[in-house]
Structures are given as C-alpha cells and as structure tokens.
C-alpha cells in the first residue's frame, strides 16, 4: 500500500462549483497534513496545512483531516478560473528517525468559466 | 519573501554528458532537497541536505550526487545524464518550520 494516494483526475468543473480534493495515506504516525497547489511551469506553493482532525477554513478553502480514516480533503467553494492548477496533498511524518515529507501524485483542476 | 532560484528553466542534454543543476535560497534556511517530477509518479525525492557538506539520500538516488559547499546552494549532479533523467527537477528548501518553498523548476531532455 503507497504511503499516500490521490485521485490523479484530471478533474474539470465549472466557474462556482465546490470542489472536493482527496487523499488517503497509510501510516498513522503522520503528523502534518498539507495542501500544495501549482500552476502550470511553476514550482508548488503550500495553500493550507493543519496537524489535527478537524477543519481548518482560509477564504474560499477549507481543509479537512480524519485521523480515524487516514484521510485528508480539500474544499474550495465557489471555485475560480484562477483556481486552475495541479493541487498536490502532502504529509509529513517520521522516518528512520528523520522527517519526510510524502506527496500525493497531484490532481489536476480546471474550472472553466 | 522566500526566494528560491534555479539555474536553468530549460536544458537539453546528450546522453553520457555530466549535467549540473544548481539551487539558491535566500533565507538562510538549514534544509534543502532535490526532488524529480514526472506525470503519474509525482514528485519523488532524490536527495536532500540538513546541513552544509550533509546529505542524506531520499527514495531515488541512483544516477545522481549532489554538492553543498555553502549554505545557500545545492546542486544536483547527473554524472552520465540518461534518457530516463528526462524529467522536471524542483529544488526546494526548509527553514524551522514546515513548509518547504520551491523553485520555479528545471524541464530536463536528454537526448
């Protein structure tokens, strides 16, 4: 089983519509859970990050852990143009003693207006 | 603002040839990582550095080394570029917290 999973889509919407991203990851020792967006020709950027169960709202987006499950999503309500990218779940744990941050193979979003 | 360059945007290379990809960060951050990004695989560690001359390998280190002689730059090494190294390479760096900060990326061929 892959230490982290998400639905590579691609997955297109139209201008408005709430988007549901998700990942599952396996191990339990996972501490961190982030959400990485990036556009096209550019490096990620972190868009949300959370370490506990629950919800975790920024604007338009809501980020969301369940511990009990393994697995994290990603909400973004009335979604934009500019929203288009590949958002990548990410999730930082330990191994061998060290930390390791285990991405998520990315989704890719458009939203047409 | 984090800011973390890389040398080249683009870069064609021929098979057997030692290519050199350098990374630079502004903010002093401790930690730095090469990683390779390819469709349906995602982004997967090469090999990434705690420290200044400290490397540790990630999870696909075969073909590559990497060099970092002062804090602010890591370079990733190909010492015989193959085609199967045709790939996008994203550098990125780690201060205290946890939120690592990419670079634009280097779109490599080898041909």
């Known amino acids: 089983q892959k230490e982290v999973e998400q639905d590579p889509g691609p997955l297109s919407v139209p201008e408005g519509a709430i988007v549901s991203l998700n990942c599952t990851y396996s191990n339990s020792a996972f501490q961190y859970f982030m959400w990485y967006r990036q556009y096209s020709r550019k490096g990620p950027e972190l868009l949300m990050y959370?370490?506990?169960?629950g919800n975790k709202e920024d604007g338009r987006f809501t980020a969301q852990v369940d511990k009990s499950s393994k697995y994290i999503s990603l909400f973004i309500r009335d979604s934009q143009p500019s929203d288009s990218a590949t958002y990548l779940c990410?999730?930082?744990?330990?191994?061998?003693?060290?930390?390791?941050?285990?991405f998520g193979k990315g989704m890719k979003l458009t939203v047409n207006p | 603002d984090v800011k973390v360059t890389q040398s080249s945007r683009y870069l064609v290379k021929r098979t057997g040839e030692k290519v050199f990809l350098e990374c630079v960060q502004d903010m002093d951050h401790e930690n730095m990582f090469w990683y390779r990004q390819d469709p349906g695989l995602g982004l997967r560690l090469i090999y990434f550095s705690y420290d200044v001359k400290m490397k540790e390998k990630g999870d696909i280190p075969e073909g590559y080394s990497v060099s970092r002689e002062k804090k602010e730059r890591f370079s990733l090494i190909l010492e015989s570029a193959s085609t199967n190294q045709t790939s996008m390479y994203l550098c990125a760096s780690r201060g205290r917290g946890y939120e690592q900060y990419f670079g634009p990326g280097t779109r490599l061929t080898v041909t």
């Open positions: 990410a999730i930082l744990g330990l191994r061998g003693g060290s930390e390791k941050l285990v």
């Open positions: 959370t370490y506990s169960s």
